[in-house]
Nanobody, 127 residues
Framework: VQLQASGGGLVQAGGSLRLSCAASGRTFRTNAIGWFRQAPGRQREFVAAISWIGGRTEYGDSVKGRFTVSGDNAENTVHLQMNGLKPEDTAVYYC?????????????????????WGQGTLVTVSS
């Protein structure tokens, strides 16, 4: 499975960006797509995830109410709509694919749950 993230860029605080993650290859092996981010000098942080089965979504506490993750199963693409961006959202954003099936709450919010990782896309929010 190959994952390609795109859509990053420079935006002013309060603005919006839409990231995309396009999956190719053996996409049937993934049960969920997640987004993580890593700011300079900080650990990678969970942002959001969506399960292909049932469309269940999960969000990190710092982005709840501002970010929305959605998926297009037919196109094997996941989008991350980011509104109300803050300077602290500045980071490299990565999308990742999880192969195991998790049901219930609290799924897909840890790095170890993901088998495939795409390259990052840089989001910079200016104050």
């Amino acid at each position: 499975v190959q994952l390609q993230a795109s859509g990053g860029g420079l935006v002013q605080a309060g603005g919006s960006l839409r990231l995309s993650c396009a999956a190719s290859g053996r996409t049937f092996r993934t049960n969920a797509i997640g987004w993580f981010r890593q700011a300079p000098g900080r650990q990678r942080e969970f942002v959001a995830a969506i399960s292909w089965i049932g469309g269940r979504t999960e969000y990190g506490d710092s982005v709840k109410g501002r970010f929305t993750v959605s998926g297009d199963n037919a196109e094997n693409t996941v989008h991350l709509q980011m509104n109300g961006l803050k300077p602290e959202d500045t980071a490299v954003y990565y999308c990742a694919g999880a192969t195991y099936l998790c049901v219930g709450s609290g799924c897909y919010d840890e790095e170890y749950e993901y088998a495939y990782w795409g390259q990052g896309t840089l989001v910079t929010v200016s104050s």
